[in-house]
């Protein structure tokens, strides 16, 4: 499913589905370098308008998933994959499965979250190997000494999948600025508030999740933090979906 006002090409079939393809590429023999796996909801969508570099890494993902409510609701046709969702199924799919790619590095969040992840993803998913973690300053952009010091230790590491969780757009960008200099990795998922929900450090509603509400709980939690993408980004998001379905209908009565 094409966004067609900027171009961006959403993964519109179903988990299972995107299961099987992820597992044929990271078999296939055919692939070099670095892939990436990303999330769309209506605030990213936002982002995308404003910043350059966050569009050209959501146009250079190998898979743009539809991950908010807002996005699916105005593209039927669209499968609903959430960043936690994917998250859970790949690193089980990765344990159950003997050829597929073993070693995990996960880059973001605080070093407490991150100890609280080393263990938990050890017991949950004991035939991976955690063989990195790193917490980046806390900062809005990285200059090229900090990127140097994530290149060498994820190189050093010889991790095959990378989980960047640090909130778009930073995740996407950083990923997009490293792909070229990383030896081993062949998949990167961004995939932002995973860590915290996934480390218990914020709380995650699965029923909520399901039904599709999802920022109603994140907003309660901290409105103060997601106030403009609740009450900015939705409405921007929701008159350029209509601008468009007007300019495609135009265009087949034309």
Known sequence: MMIRQL??????????NLLIEISNYLLSENNFGSSSISCLNPHSYFLTK???KFY?????????LCDGIGVSLFFNNV??????NIFMELSNLLNNEVLLPKRIFFLGASIDCL???QNKFSKDFP???????????YKNSFDNSDLDIMIDLINDSK??????GMGAPKQEIIFEEIKESLKYVKLSLSIG????YYSGFSKRSDVISKLGFEWVFRFIQNPFKLWERTLISMPIFIFDVLIESISVKTNKRD
Do not use: M, Q
């Not at 171009?7 to 299972?16: G, T």
């Open 193 to 196: 508030a995973v860590f915290d």
């Open 79 to 84: 499968h609903r994959i959430t960043g936690y």
């Open 50 to 52: 404003e910043n350059i």
């Open 7 to 16: 171009k961006l090409k959403l993964y519109s079939d179903s988990l299972s």
């Open 56 to 64: 050209c890494s959501l146009i250079n993902s190998k898979w743009l």
């Open 159 to 164: 991790a095959e999948i990378l989980f960047v």
């Open 127 to 137: 035939n991976l190997v955690i063989c990195g973690i790193y917490s980046p300053p």
């Open 115 to 117: 100890n609280v992840i």
